[in-house]
């Protein structure tokens, strides 16, 4: 590359992180284990995400069995389904899945994404899908990556999704993980689905949507984060250490070691909690935290303001036709540290935020 590319190319992703507003920002990880095995079922493979956000977002812990019939909007003509598989569930405000893990061991995490706009003229009239659903919908109709983006690119579907927090919009993109490591990262552009696909894409943040940032990053990659990484809050610079960190850690198929490498990374690219400056109000901090075990099928839950991190297992929750709604209400679970699985209660299902 010429000098004067590489000065027009900087400037370029100089301006894009430029334009990272003030930050609704979460962070996703894919912590990869050891591959130079002879069985690729034991590959660890470790999920971890942040949620920040400028004030907390009550969090509880659902379990959905399979065979649930249900139904994406409630508006006429609405998607409905019934679950051919059972999952857990993070849900917002008792009122939408933020992300999940199915018993295949599909992950997709929501993160926002500024200036999403999910339909267009020729969307409106597609079967209804809240933002309350939408993860739970794909979770419980599919069991790999694959399928999820064979559901999304028919786009058989109208996203919507009520405000929250006093008006705010959620503008959403989403990483989605398979138990093989077939990832992809959904966007949705004026209405138009876009969907990148690789294998254990190993970053997600925020803005810029993905193109942009993977531009972002490469030039990084040039730089070197041994020399030098991005230091701030901001999405593309949350994205680069991400990135970085994740290659240059250990292999492991171990799961406490992979768990520990994974939560250090994840605490690297998190919000102080409170944190604040004047000339950014709606800055936002690290609230949550999940890591999803995909081999081992372990869901983990750490609260910043608890004392412990806890977890529920998935292989042994009762996810057959019929079986009780479960749910860990968060809210209580201050004390709560290591296998919570037994600490989950009967519940009924969650009232969606349509």
């Known amino acids: 590359m010429t000098m ?49 956000w400028k004030t907390p977002i009550p969090t509880n812990i659902y379990v959905y069995p399979r065979g649930m019939k249900k139904i994406g909007d409630n508006k006429p003509g609405a998607v409905t389904w019934t679950s051919k598989y059972g999952a857990v569930y993070a849900v917002g405000y008792d009122g939408g899945i933020t992300e999940g893990m199915n018993e295949k061991g599909l992950v997709i995490n929501g993160l926002f994404c500024k200036g999403t706009v999910y339909a267009n003229k020729e969307t409106v009239d597609r079967p209804g899908m809240s933002l309350a659903m939408f993860v739970g919908w794909l979770l419980d109709m599919n069991a790999t990556t694959p399928e999820v983006v064979e559901v999304l690119k028919e786009q058989n579907f109208n996203v919507s999704g009520a405000t929250f927090d006093g008006g705010t919009v959620s503008a959403l993109h989403w990483g989605i993980t398979d138990a093989e490591g077939r990832c992809a990262i959904l966007e949705f552009d004026h209405g138009v689905v876009k969907v990148y696909e690789g294998e254990d894409m190993p970053a997600m943040t925020n803005d810029p949507q993905y193109p942009a940032m993977t531009a972002i990053n490469d030039y990084w990659k040039n730089v070197g984060g041994i020399n030098m ?9 949350r994205f680069v250490r991400g990135y970085f960190f994740q290659g240059h850690v250990e292999k492991t198929n171990d799961a406490g070691l992979g768990l520990a490498i994974t939560r250090s990374i994840l605490a690297n690219v998190s919000v102080p909690y409170q944190y604040s400056i004047e000339t950014e109000p709606n800055v936002s901090s690290t609230q949550w935290r999940s890591f999803s075990n995909i081999r081992d099928r372990l869901y983990y839950f750490d609260i910043v303001t608890n004392m412990g991190m806890f977890y529920i297992d998935l292989k042994k929750c009762d996810l057959r036709k019929g079986a009780s709604v479960l749910r860990l209400d968060t809210s209580k679970s201050q004390d709560l540290v290591g296998d919570v699985t037994s600490r989950l209660e009967k519940h009924a299902p969650f009232t969606p935020m349509y």
């Not at 190319?9 to 894009?16: D, E, I, K, L």
């Not at 920002?25 to 470790?46: M, W």
């Open 4 to 52: 004067k590319l590489k000065v027009i190319f900087c400037f370029f992703a100089f301006m894009a992180f430029m334009g990272v507003s003030k930050s609704e920002a979460c962070s996703r990880i894919l912590y990869v284990g050891d591959t130079a095995v002879e069985s690729t079922d034991s590959v660890l493979r470790i999920v971890g995400r942040s949620l920040d």
């Open 229 to 237: 990484l991005p230091g701030t809050v901001k999405s593309p610079d």
